[in-house]
Structure formats: structure tokens, C-alpha cells
């Protein structure tokens, strides 16, 4: 049975894809000669699920263990992140 529907985005950072492919530009569905980037994708079974944009998150959080879906923090100690950078906004408005 469906219980829902959910996305999942690669882990570019754990699989080391890097802007390796090569291919024309296109301009108005057309290629042409300017040659860009692009990154090319290595096989890696290892995905995220952002639980933070879904109306039924809690429905996916009941399915997996504790361990794959509790926050991870952007920092250790987010006070003094944030105070390091309201000091260095505080320098830059000082000197305009």
C-alpha cells in the first residue's frame, strides 16, 4: 500500500561529483558553440529526505529509525556564530 509520496536528493557531497561533463550551451533550444560545465553524477545509494518542506513529515518519521531523522544543527554553538557574525556586519557598517 501508498502511505505517500516523498523526494529524495542525491549526496553530491558523499558521492565527490564534480562539473566534469563537458556540453554546447543552448540558447532558444539551440546549441551553440560556447561550451559549459556540467556535473557529473557518481553512482552512490545514498540519498536525503528533507523533512523540513513536507506537510507529512511525521508520517515518514514514524517509518524510519530515530538515528536517520533527528536535526542535525548547522553549528555547534549557533549563539556564538551568531555573535561572531553581528560583530563582523557591525565592522563592515562601521566602515562605510
Known amino acids: 500500500d501508498i502511505q505517500f509520496k516523498f523526494n529524495v536528493q542525491h549526496d553530491c557531497a558523499a558521492a565527490k561529483c564534480e562539473p566534469t561533463g563537458r556540453q554546447p550551451k543552448k540558447q532558444e533550444h539551440r546549441k551553440t558553440l560556447v561550451m559549459e560545465s556540467f556535473i557529473e ?3 552512490l545509494e545514498q ?3 528533507n523533512l523540513h518542506v513536507f506537510h507529512n513529515a511525521h508520517l515518514i518519521q514514524a517509518l524510519l529509525p530515530r538515528h536517520l531523522t533527528v536535526p542535525v544543527p548547522l553549528f555547534t554553538n549557533r549563539c ?3 555573535n561572531e557574525q553581528a560583530a563582523t556586519l557591525r565592522r563592515m557598517h562601521a566602515q562605510k
Open 41 to 43: 553524477h557518481r553512482e
Open 47 to 49: 540519498h536525503f529526505i
Open 80 to 82: 556564538a556564530f551568531h
